[in-house]
């Protein structure tokens, strides 16, 4: 879908980082981002696709087949029906890729803010490590308890969309650092971002799923994020 031959183009975008990135316009079914350092006086890619990119959402729990067999695995379902959910739902998909030459952090934020809900904060994600995440390398970082001492008061639909950064100190946050094919579930109000990576010479890849359960909330579609229909797992 994205052509390495045609020039891309430069926006700042506010998820996944407020820093300028590279992206595929005429792409128009999902939004494939790059690296601003992968890209020559042209716009044009100086190296592949795949190895440039950053991030791609959203909704792909809805056109990946891997994702959707994921969404509606076995595993998935002993997960929510540990967690006592009645009738779990996935509404969103996204991809995360980092190497130490042309990343951005991702700042810290809440994703109730995009992942609106009602009641509010009855939302969650799961982070799937598809590579090793060393401290070094991109790990996830997470401020303890945020879930329950910060919950959002306004959401995407309320405010304009700078409002998704929180502003913690770096001591407030703790390193997750994972092998791959780990999984970190955290709370729509938890806390997190992930630091730029400095470990020369590998990707850290990461896949997202965001859930909540269709029994006991309502969701918000926003009217930017085409996140498309839910997945839901019928027990
Ligand atoms: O994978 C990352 O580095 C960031 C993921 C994230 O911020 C998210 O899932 O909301």
Redesign the pocket.
């Known amino acids: 879908m994205v052509d390495e031959k045609r020039p891309l183009a430069k926006k700042q975008f506010n998820f996944?980082d407020d820093e300028e990135s590279m992206y595929a316009e005429y792409v128009k079914e999902h939004k494939v981002l790059f690296s601003p350092k992968t890209v020559d006086e042209n716009n044009i890619l100086k190296i592949s696709k795949h190895d440039a990119l950053i991030f791609i959402g959203v909704g792909v729990h809805l056109k990946f087949d891997s994702f959707r067999k994921l969404a509606l695995s076995d595993e998935m379902k002993r997960l929510f029906q540990a967690l006592n959910y009645k009738q779990p739902a996935f509404f969103d998909g996204?991809i995360?890729q980092?190497h130490a030459d042309h990343s951005n952090r991702?700042r810290q934020?809440q994703?109730a803010y995009l992942d609106v809900t009602e009641p509010p904060g009855t939302a969650g994600?799961l982070?799937f490590a598809l590579t090793d995440a060393p401290a070094d390398g991109?790990c996830?970082e997470y401020v303890p308890e945020s879930h329950i001492n910060y919950p959002l008061k306004k959401n995407y639909l309320d405010v304009d969309a700078q409002s998704i950064y929180t502003n913690l100190p770096d001591s407030a946050f703790v390193k997750a650092p994972v092998e791959a094919g780990s999984l970190l579930i955290h709370h729509s109000y938890t806390i997190?971002?992930?630091a730029k990576h400095i470990k020369p010479g590998f990707f850290r890849r990461?896949a997202?799923l965001s859930f909540y359960d269709k029994k006991v909330a309502i969701r918000k579609e926003l009217p930017y994020w085409h996140r498309g229909d839910e997945l839901v797992l019928d027990y």
């Open positions: 996944p996204q995360f980092k991702i934020h994703d994600t982070w991109g996830m997190h971002r992930s990461a997202t």
